[in-house]
């Protein structure tokens, strides 16, 4: 169940945060010629995010109907948009195009969103007479332009011309989970979400035009072919350049299916995804024979995309071994597990070597070795998979394509895989090389770090230390604003923690960016498409979490938020992700009149909401009705509370929530923002207003609910069945229900709380966590040790341990004290990710804040 949303797509723009790259300047060498044009004459032009709009003065667009998609590539998209500019200003057709070359690349990109890729002009036509004149023109100007097929359409003939049918103008409706989302109209008036997955459909009402026929037709041939001798069972993952997949031959045999869509999934030096794939061809029938390279069976054409069957290797992935071995992650692991893992991942270490060395003396570089392209079986055996980087040693450079941390930017030749043979090494042991990305000079630190920590001989790593120290081209790539050291130091045995939260406030004030329409703050990549206003990675969080710890109020900031969401339209309801959240935090900054109408307007109802979370569900909701109720006197807003209240119980009752608990095998969301815990924290708030002992039992029942998901670890740890793997964080994880079990207990004794909550507590103890934040790293589980020391202080020994482990993901911006947010690629200051939720944590911990999130204090 992890939603993660790809980072290289937001990794392009800034080197130091995520960004979209909705911002240029005229001397951006990528920007198209037409973009800096100015409207022809009888024309308005507009930008809207990444895309330049013209349309015709008085035009009156219709609000939805059959669009026309043009496809093509970066080296292609200047002509591309040159073509459909002249037809469309002749033809007095709204059309809009993608600003820059920069932007088509990113969108071509191999983890972009698949919905977006290829997508470089929009047209609008009036009618379906217009439709089908446009697309035969366009059709016949493009010919033999080449692109990638764009999933989401129809494509017209065989040529880069794609439609679809959906929105024309902005207009919103509630989705599946109550939040705001791209809408059409059905003939009734009805507003219902404008679906764009993958994959072309049409909306039930609307009759196919008869001149789609024939492309409709042609698109279903493409699935038959009888000489394709495998079927799919499974998905492994999608990407931009094709699917990979298990699948199994006639004969019986189980192999592993990897598709290539032309012209897509786009690298470094411009390759797609097929030029790859006939890479990786051509690299195994040269590494045939080799014990731990997979055997290559066939390689097919299906219509346009292109397949290799290759053997299945057994085994799981180095990454999966190491999250189940690793003796960091748990609890109070003895010195000689360490030791003995020390071992075994140096002996996996030696395998991969040698392996690579195989493929070495076969005149290949293998290219892209990183922990998810080693295989692992139950006896310690290596394999080797995804070769579509491997090719001759004297064509090896590392440009584009390559895991953080592993990728060794600038070598050429044997050197790349020595490279991440080296970072392969210092990983097996402390697995942040990716905050290298960050800073280059951090390996260093972190090869000493694993010699102590893992007992090895003092300089057992000097080898790779050297391998991997950065030369002076590398040290000068490093953006300006991460080069100074901070003027406070985290790694030190008594560090200035008053000093330690005045710089990292201080970092945050320092990258606010006020003359940004789309965000203040710089945070997690979820924050790009759903806007930068809220609690959980908007402004609204940064400056409550700034007033919150005492580092200030900031009222030119508070005016932004204001502005910001004035107008906002596709603000969800939620707590932590929308309306509610930014209310809240408003109401606390005396801007009661811009709270309330937040509150009462479209964007905070909740009838269409079927998400029971605290995060975004009608958990955070029912919270701030009742907190609204109780500052204002509001009988309205109490009322709303009570009527939420009734949908919660029944859901506690039936027990059945399918975005809390997928399904056997298939993990769960338990935990405090996504689970059932912040179902019982509002029935505990709805107690404490109401006296009822009815909440409370429900409550209790909500808690149970949430350790119904849990599993025993084998520290002795009682943690949250994530499916593949256990999880003990705040968001989701046991740290969170610790914290609402330990007070439900405040108020009742219950015997399966009582015994479940040192388990619970124990989950928070690992003295490595893969990342720093609040919502699902180190500072949350910090955090939740804090909260309940004065009421169990057995806790604060892992309290001091957490913080004297900050400092290994602490970095610097600006001269200030500055952490990563998720998936450790940029810096984050948001709540849930970055800055803000570390001051948070140190509140709970230096402080003994309960109330380190909203509601969380009775």
């Not at 800034?14 to 990528?30: E, H, I, K, L, N």
């Not at 392209?373 to 055996?381: A, C, G, P, R, W």
């Not at 200051?829 to 140190?842: E, K, Q, R, S, V």
Request: proline share 7%.
């Amino acid at each position: 169940m992890n939603s993660r949303p790809q980072a290289e797509a937001y990794c392009q723009a800034d080197p130091v945060f995520y960004d979209t790259g909705t911002r240029y300047s005229p001397d951006d060498a990528s920007v198209f010629d037409r973009t800096l044009s100015p409207a022809p004459p009888g024309w308005r032009r507009t930008e809207r995010g990444v895309w330049v709009v013209h349309t015709p003065e008085g035009h009156l667009m219709p609000a939805q109907g059959w669009k026309i998609h043009v496809s093509g590539l970066p080296d292609n998209a200047h002509r591309v948009i040159d073509l459909c500019w002249d037809h469309c200003v002749s033809h007095g057709l709204p059309f809009k195009f993608l600003r820059s070359r920069d932007v088509v690349t990113t969108h071509s990109l191999k983890y972009a969103p698949r919905s977006a890729s290829g997508k470089i002009v929009t047209v609008y036509p009036s009618d379906e007479g217009q439709l089908r004149e446009t697309a035969e023109a366009l059709a016949d100007l493009l010919h033999g332009i080449p692109g990638p097929y764009i999933l989401t359409d129809l494509r017209w003939g065989d040529g880069p011309v794609y439609l679809r049918y959906g929105g024309f103008v902005d207009r919103y409706c509630a989705g599946p989970d109550g939040a705001p989302v791209p809408a059409v109209e059905r003939p009734d008036g009805t507003l219902v979400p404008d679906l764009r997955r993958p994959v072309f459909t049409v909306p039930d009402w609307v009759e196919l035009p008869d001149f789609l026929s024939p492309h409709v037709a042609a698109r279903h041939a493409v699935g038959t072919y009888d000489d394709f001798p495998y079927e799919v069972e499974r998905v492994l993952h999608f990407s931009n350049g094709g699917g990979v997949y298990v699948g199994r031959h006639t004969d019986g045999r189980s192999v592993v299916l990897k598709e290539a869509r032309p012209h897509a999934g786009l690298d470094g030096r411009g390759r797609d995804a097929v030029t790859r794939l006939e890479r990786e061809r051509s690299a195994l029938e040269e590494l045939a024979g080799i014990p731990g390279i997979p055997e290559l069976y066939g390689h097919h054409r299906v219509w346009e995309h292109h397949f290799l069957a290759v053997q299945q290797m057994p085994g799981e992935t180095l990454q999966t071994w190491v999250a189940r071995h690793y003796p960091l992650t748990k609890a109070d692991p003895a010195e000689e597990d360490l030791r003995s893992y020390a071992r075994r991942a140096g002996i996996v270490a030696d395998r991969v070597s040698r392996l690579v060395e195989q493929v070495h003396a076969r005149g290949l570089v293998f290219g892209d070795l990183h922990p998810s392209n080693i295989m692992v079986d139950e006896d310690d055996q290596v394999a080797l998979v995804d070769f579509e980087l491997t090719g001759p040693v004297a064509e090896a450079e590392r440009l584009g394509m390559g895991d953080p941390g592993f990728s060794g930017s600038g070598r050429t030749g044997f050197a790349i895989d020595r490279y991440a043979l080296a970072a392969l090494r210092v990983w097996l042991l402390f697995p942040l090389t990716a905050l290298t990305e960050l800073d280059p000079g951090r390996t260093a630190s972190y090869a000493d770090l694993a010699e102590r920590r893992f007992g090895l001989a003092p300089g057992s790593l000097e080898a790779v230390r050297r391998t991997l120290a950065p030369d002076t081209d590398r040290m000068a790539r490093v953006p300006a604003s991460l080069r100074r050291s901070p003027a406070v130091a985290l790694d030190t045995p008594a560090p200035d923690w008053t000093a330690v939260r005045k710089s990292l406030a201080a970092a945050i004030l320092l990258s606010a960016t006020p003359e940004r329409e789309d965000r203040l703050f710089p945070g997690d990549v979820r924050q790009l498409p759903t806007g930068g206003g809220n609690l959980a990675h908007g402004a609204a969080g940064v400056l409550w979490a700034l007033h919150a710890t005492g580092a200030g109020r900031y009222p030119e900031h508070e005016e932004w938020l204001v502005t910001a969401v004035r107008d906002d339209r596709t603000l969800p309801p939620g707590l932590f992700d929308g309306a509610h959240g930014i209310a809240y935090v408003l109401d606390r900054f005396d801007r009661r009149e811009e709270a309330l109408r937040l509150l009462d307007g479209p964007g905070a109802a909740v009838d269409a909401v079927s998400d029971l979370s605290l995060y975004g569900g009608l958990s955070g909701i029912g919270l701030n009705l009742l907190d609204f109720a109780a500052r204002t006197g509001s009988d309205g807003h109490r009322q709303q509370a009570l009527t939420l209240a009734s949908r919660l119980a029944e859901a506690v009752e039936r027990g059945s929530a399918p975005r809390i608990a997928a399904g056997p095998g298939r993990g769960s969301r338990a935990g405090l923002l996504h689970g059932w815990s912040g179902v019982a924290l509002y029935f505990l708030r709805l107690y404490g207003s109401t006296g009822d002992p009815a909440h409370l039992d429900l409550a209790v029942r909500a808690v149970h609910r949430d350790l119904d998901l849990c599993v025993l670890a084998e520290d002795g740890s009682l943690q949250v069945d994530g499916g593949f793997r256990t999880l003990p964080y705040l968001a989701v994880g046991s740290a969170g229900i610790a914290l609402v079990a330990a007070e439900v207990l405040e108020h009742r004794p219950d015997p399966r709380l009582t015994d479940a909550l040192p388990g619970l507590l124990r989950a928070a103890r690992p003295e490595f966590t893969l990342e720093p934040h609040l919502f699902a790293g180190r500072a949350g589980l910090l955090a939740v040790l804090g909260a309940v020391a004065d009421r169990h202080p057995d806790t604060v020994p892992c309290v001091e341990q957490h913080l004297a482990r900050l400092h290994w993901h602490a970095l610097s911006y600006e001269g200030q004290l500055a952490f990563p947010g998720e998936q450790l690629r940029r810096l984050s200051m948001d709540l849930a990710t970055g800055n803000a939720g570390i001051l948070l944590a140190l509140s709970a911990a230096l402080d003994g804040r309960r109330g380190f999130l909203p509601f969380l204090a009775p």
